[in-house]
């Protein structure tokens, strides 16, 4: 168990900053992660938000998309927000061709299934040990299934908006824009606790 675990955050894209912040208020260490190095020195991994096939492919050209999918295949506790979430899932709907993810999460996940960018939102949303969030929902996706050992956190209606399956959590919402440290605490005792 650590107690104060370094965290790090994919800083190709996305709200670095606003993760690192929200990872400090839960009593972590946050860490901007750019090469495989950096990836070493971390005990988990946060990745943002942003457009899944550009980080796909900046994750290949830094060539951090092997180091991580080995470290999550090895038991490394991730957090997938929105974009993050496509990242972790086993398999993706609306993907460009040959798309590709870092896998871990045996779920299906749909790209920008909530709609365009003037489609976005916000929710209330009740999760484990975490009542009333506010969720912000940005080009989203949704969770279309899910296997038998992902277990379904939070849903917006009827749609999968946040699960996890062992060292892994993923939500298709942004908790680090709300000033909400709630998710990122959530996320920061499954690293002390694995």
């Known amino acids: 168990m650590v107690s104060t675990p370094t965290i790090g955050v994919l800083a190709l894209q996305g709200d670095v900053r606003e993760h690192a912040r929200s990872l400090v208020e839960s009593g972590a260490v946050a860490v901007a992660v750019r090469r495989p190095e950096e990836l070493d020195q971390v005990d ?38 929105c974009a993050g979430m496509i990242m972790l899932a086993d398999r993706i709907e609306g993907g460009i ?8 999460l045996d779920m299906v996940v749909r790209r920008n299934a909530f709609g365009r960018q003037v489609d976005s ?6 999760l484990p040990g975490i ?10 996706p949704w969770v279309e299934s899910v296997g038998n050992d992902v277990e379904v956190l ?22 680090e824009l709300t000033g909400d440290a709630r998710v990122h605490s959530y996320f920061v005792e499954m690293v002390r606790e694995l």
Do not use: N
């Open 44 to 81: 988990a991994l946060v990745i943002p938000g942003g457009e899944s096939t550009t980080m796909w492919k900046l994750a290949v050209a830094f060539e951090m998309f092997d180091p991580i999918q080995q470290r999550v295949k090895a038991g490394m506790p991730a957090y997938g927000s």
């Open 97 to 104: 061709e040959g798309q590709q993810t870092l896998g871990g």
């Open 121 to 126: 939102f916000e929710y209330d949303l009740d």
């Open 131 to 140: 009542q009333g969030f506010r969720a912000i929902f940005i080009r989203a």
């Open 154 to 175: 939070a849903r917006a209606g009827d749609r999968i908006v946040a699960v996890r399956q062992g060292p892994l959590l993923a939500t298709s919402f942004h908790p």
